[in-house]
Nanobody, 123 residues
């Protein structure tokens, strides 16, 4: 499956952005999806996970209550709605796909990655 993330940009602290990740090449509903991010000088970290049906979601503690992951299997797209953004959310955001479900919070659990989209939150 090929993934393309988009929707990043520059936003002030407290603002919102919605990232999208379009999938192509394979049946989208076969894959569980994740969002990860990598800030300058830091390791890539897990942000959010959604299973194939959308019935199960998981978040890193730092974004709970502010970010929402969702998917539309008819549109082959997964979303990340980000509200109340903070400067610490500044990073390149990546979407990823996996057929597995055990290592959903680890980047090593995903076999397919999008190219990343930059989110910059100014203070």
């Amino acid at each position: 499956v090929q993934l393309q993330a988009y929707g990043g940009g520059l936003v002030q602290a407290g603002g919102s952005l919605k990232l999208s990740c379009a999938a192509s090449g394979r049946r989208f509903s076969d894959y569980n999806m994740g969002w990860f991010r990598q800030a300058p000088g830091k390791e890539r970290e897990f942000v959010a996970y959604i299973n194939w049906s959308g019935g199960t979601t998981q978040y890193v503690d730092s974004v709970k209550g502010r970010f929402t992951i969702s998917r539309d299997n008819a549109k082959n797209t997964v979303y990340l709605q980000m509200n109340s953004l903070k400067p610490d959310d500044t990073a390149v955001y990546y979407c990823a796909a996996t057929r597995g479900f055990l290592r959903w919070s680890s980047s090593s659990g995903y076999g397919y990655w999008g190219q990343g989209t930059l989110v910059t939150v100014s203070s």
